[in-house]
């Protein structure tokens, strides 16, 4: 049986990281004494769920977890330094830590590792998150002990709805671009001014004219789409701010 350790203080160990071409030693102590920090744990560096949802919402999540008194995002699994810091690379997820328990000692003192040998991945971890403030675990959201790879509350929406239930969540901002445009910059001055995350992407680089035209019905950039709506260009982004200001 999965173990739930709120109110008990989190494993002692140490994980060995690396950094450049150094190994550094994080202790338990180290990250979590005197500090608030959200650990989310999954089965494993490149698969999928964990790719595509785990990872990208927490590291979207992170400025509103810092606003909300949180000092690191950690996510943790089973895999040596060298797997999780490509990972990282690979993800962009430069606002989340990842910490490789490579022996599995964290995992197991948690008691959460499970056996993943149908699939070939040996000793894993449960996929959970959780809450801890100085050292001492306030609050586990461990998935449910179902078969398969259960995702249904250990992902960063429901962190934030227990961390800080009134905290608006960031906004789903998509611009499209190209190389030299003083209009896509204009775009993307104006949503770092206004404090608004958003994922680029390029001409002939993310995607093509053709999927230009198939979404935003045209080739013009930049286009920004936000929460699934259309904007549109530069102009149409300033005004749809200054509405959004006024509001």
Known sequence: ????????????????????????????????????VIVFSLPGAFTPTCSSTHVPRYNQFA???RENGVDEIICISVNDAFVMNEWQ???????????????????????????????GFGRRSWRYSMLVRNGIIEKMFIEPEEPGDP?????????????????????DVTIFTRKGCPHCVRAKTRLKEAGIGYEELT???????????AVAGGTSVPQVFINGEHIGGADDLEQWLKGRKAA
Not at 7 to 36: H, Y
Not at 159 to 164: D, E, G, R, S, V
Not at 203 to 213: A, I
């Open 1 to 36: 049986m999965l173990q739930n350790r709120e109110g008990q203080r989190v494993p002692d160990v140490t994980f060995r990281t690396r950094q450049g071409a150094d190994w550094v030693n994080r202790t338990s102590a180290e990250i979590f004494d005197g500090r608030t």
């Open 63 to 65: 400025p509103v977890f």
């Open 89 to 119: 690379e690979n993800q962009h997820a430069f606002d989340v830590t990842f910490l490789p328990d490579g022996n599995g000692e964290f995992t197991d003192r948690m008691g959460l590792l499970v056996g993943k040998e149908d699939i």
């Open 151 to 171: 995702f249904k509350v250990s992902d960063a929406d429901t962190m934030l709805a227990y961390l800080a239930p009134r905290a608006p969540k960031p906004l």
């Open 203 to 213: 001409l002939n680089k993310e995607f093509t004219d053709r999927t230009l035209r």
